[in-house]
């Protein structure tokens, strides 16, 4: 079963990896959560991403504006310009999009194709792809069955490719980049990070050659 057009969806998520020195960290020390907390969501498997995401769009304006006075430089009680208001905005948006994509790739209608999808920072969601491919479709991939990744995990990679991967690739570049680990700032999307994270892994196997082979 070649499954849902997945050559390009597997190679284009293998090839977004993390650099050798974070994954030496430790992803887990990277998101700067508590492995508690972090291993009770991912037992939950989808529902834990469904819940994570859900709290995340629901303090959208809270992550936008913390996110935009780090940025800017500015504490929690400097007064915001026109524009800082505007940016605090823009960015709550993108961060409410985070469950609209999550809907899309689960949604049981499957993909828009092309003509139908949104455009996002990273480019038109799924384009070039036919229309009604189902989360299951991508489970059901040979190389998802070859690297035996469950559904979580296809889940998040999907969520990888789309424009959430930036609320998850720049708190890991962020917190590797700071030497103190208190002071590190908790990844938002920990659950769906920690499966994709593994998804990559279980690819990276695939493409290594065993000992005694070419």
């Known amino acids: 079963h070649g499954g849902a057009g997945g050559d390009k969806f597997f190679e284009r998520a293998k090839l977004k990896t993390g650099k050798p020195q974070d994954a030496a960290l430790g992803i887990g020390l990277l998101m700067a959560v ?22 995340f769009a629901g303090r959208a304006e809270e992550y936008a504006d913390k996110a935009v006075r780090a940025r800017e430089g500015l504490s929690a009680g400097d007064k915001l310009t026109m524009d800082q208001t505007r940016a605090v905005a823009a960015e709550a948006d993108k961060v409410r999009d985070v469950k609209w994509l999550l809907d899309y790739v689960l949604s049981p ?8 999808a949104r455009a996002f920072v990273n480019g038109i969601i799924d384009e070039g792809r036919e229309a009604g491919i189902t989360i299951d479709d991508f489970c059901l991939d040979r ?40 002071t590190r700032t908790p990844c938002p999307l920990p659950l769906m990070t920690h499966f994709a994270s593994e998804a990559i892994k279980k690819l990276r196997a695939l493409h290594t050659p065993r000992r005694g082979q070419g």
Do not use: W
Not at 109 to 116: D, E, L, R, Y
Not at 145 to 169: H, I
């Open 143 to 182: 190389h998802a069955k070859a690297a035996k990744l469950c559904k979580e995990e296809v889940v998040s990679l999907r969520m990888y490719t789309t424009a959430a991967f930036m609320y998850m690739n720049a708190p890991l570049r962020e917190n590797g980049a700071v030497q103190e680990p208190d």
């Open 109 to 116: 209608s499957g993909t828009f194709g092309t003509g139908n």
């Open 34 to 55: 508590d492995g508690k907390t972090l291993f009770g969501g991912a037992a939950k498997g989808v529902d834990g991403i469904v819940e994570e995401v859900g709290v």
